[in-house]
């Protein structure tokens, strides 16, 4: 198949993970939605012509729910090629739930081999957009790095806008950023989001800085990749158990800084989102009757192209199957 079609393709697996979830928007039930997001995820994935294979799911097990790792998805026909497959159907679960915003649905995809296969632990992140690329080191202070960013990116310490998530344990973080000056920008959920808000300029967004899960940070990698920016992360192993998952994906020193080359390897990577609820860059599903609209962006490396994709759903012919009870 072209390629072009795997981009289109994998656009119509993050809107139907959104459009499958979306319909319990504010209901509270944080496993109703994941469970139809993941619904949708696979319904979509049995229309692509790929050999899939999940390598960022949500656990090492086979569980009906949850997309483990090891999973096969798409078509596997003969003929078709193997690609690693990084996804998190809903990225916010708790924002559906809630009705709050910066919930999406992402996936990348890469040739077999060409993504990280990040433990489930936590992952300490920096990470800018094309015009701060090649100035932050995530060894240096937060000072230096804001200092930096501000004079690659032509602005005043006050203009400058991080972003960080509202968890207690960056509140010294938070507590930096705002005694060197700059614009805090708290969230609650979402990290994939957040980083991608770094590479465009009409987000007002210049940095992200903070400690999240690792599956995320190579998902936001493989978006940045794509985006011309930067991401810079550290692995965080809290016990011994998990200082051997990070020797099992290949990583023996775990203070090795890491940057977006070593998270995705290739160069033959897509990325796409469809946003649940407004985020900094996508508008959340809106719906009409039976008519719903989702905004999606995809991009690929190798051509550089970034487009957004604003589609009409007429929900009694969709082949996307929104469920009112599972």
């Given at each position: 198949?072209?390629?072009f079609?795997?981009a289109m393709g ?6 139907a993970?959104a ?14 939605i ?20 999940v390598v ?9 729910a ?5 999973e ?8 078709q090629?193997e690609y ?16 709050s ?9 890469a ?6 296969k990040?433990p489930?632990?936590y992952?300490?992140?920096?990470a800018?957009?094309p ?9 240096a202070?937060?000072k ?17 806008t ?8 960056h ?14 920008k ?12 770094t ?8 940095m992200?800085?903070?400690i ?5 940070g190579v ?14 992360v550290?692995l ?11 020797k099992?994906a290949?990583?023996?020193d ?9 998270l995705?390897?290739t160069?033959?990577?897509?990325f796409?989102?469809?946003?649940i609820?407004?985020c900094?860059i ?8 039976d ?6 962006v ?8 970034v ?5 009409i759903h007429?929900?009694n012919?969709?082949l ?7």
């Amino acid at each position: 198949m072209e390629r072009f079609d795997i981009a289109m393709g994998i656009v119509r697996v993050t809107e139907a993970a959104a459009l499958s979830c979306s319909k319990y928007l504010g209901r509270g039930s944080v496993e109703l939605i994941e469970r139809a997001a993941v619904d949708g995820v696979r319904h979509a994935f049995e229309l692509l012509p790929i050999k899939g294979r999940v390598v960022i799911g949500e656990c090492e097990l086979e569980k009906n729910a949850i997309l483990y790792i090891g999973e096969k998805v798409g078509m596997w026909e003969d003929g078709q090629e193997e690609y690693d497959i990084a996804m998190d159907p809903l990225d916010g679960s708790i924002l559906v739930a809630k009705g709050s915003s910066n919930a999406i649905s992402v996936v990348a995809v890469a040739k077999k081999g060409g993504i990280f296969k990040a433990p489930q632990i936590y992952m300490q992140k920096i990470a800018v957009g094309p015009k701060a690329k090649g100035v932050i080191d995530i060894n240096a202070s937060l000072k230096e790095n804001i200092y930096n960013v501000a004079e690659a990116v032509n602005k005043d310490i006050a203009e400058i806008t991080v972003m960080i998530q509202d968890r207690p344990r960056h509140e010294n973080l938070i507590k930096q950023a705002r005694e060197i000056g700059v614009r805090v920008k708290l969230f609650k959920e979402g990290d994939v989001a957040a980083a991608l808000a770094t590479a465009f300029e009409d987000t007002g967004v210049d940095m992200l800085i903070g400690i999240g899960g690792a599956p995320e940070g190579v998902l936001a990698a493989a978006a940045l990749k794509c985006l011309d920016g930067e991401m810079q992360v550290k692995l965080l192993p809290e016990n011994e158990k998990q200082v051997a998952m990070c020797k099992r994906a290949g990583i023996e020193d775990v203070n090795k800084v890491l940057g977006i080359g070593e998270l995705i390897t290739t160069n033959d990577v897509y990325f796409a989102a469809t946003a649940i609820t407004d985020c900094d860059i996508l508008k959340g599903i809106t719906y009409k009757q039976d008519i719903v609209k989702t905004h999606s962006v995809v991009m690929r490396y190798e051509t550089g192209v970034v487009r957004f994709v604003d589609a009409i759903h007429k929900l009694n012919s969709s082949l996307i199957n929104i469920r009112e009870d599972l």
